[in-house]
């Protein structure tokens, strides 16, 4: 058996799964949407400079924080982007999930 082929195989196996499905549609319909699809960048920009600050070492202020959720919860009021966020965060536990199983498989080697 090589690792490799099964790491390709599981990656394969998490394209093709319905949550990926769904993320990749909800994607699409978000695209074809222009106020969507600038909005949604805009709050992924934002979010992705958040958590560089916060890899940095820097804190963002509660007034970032806050700003973020009320944005957050302003852009899903629309319903391609709130279907977004849903399959997103499908997606995001499935990928977990795997890990967590990954991570119980070898936990033997380490203790």
């Known amino acids: ?52 600050q916060m890899m940095s070492g820097e804190e963002p202020s509660p007034g970032e924080l806050e700003q973020m959720n009320k944005l957050y919860e302003l852009l899903t009021l629309n319903p391609l982007i709130s279907q977004y966020f849903e399959a997103e965060r499908r997606f995001a536990v499935l990928f977990e999930d795997v890990n967590r199983i990954l991570g119980e498989g070898l936990k033997s080697l380490l203790d």
């Open 1 to 52: 058996m090589n690792v490799y082929d099964k790491a390709y195989e599981l990656a394969k196996s998490l394209r093709e799964s319905a949550e990926a499905q769904a993320l990749q549609a909800a994607k699409r319909s978000v695209d074809g949407d222009p106020d969507a699809k600038r909005s949604l960048e805009g709050f992924m920009e934002r979010q992705h400079m958040l958590q560089h």
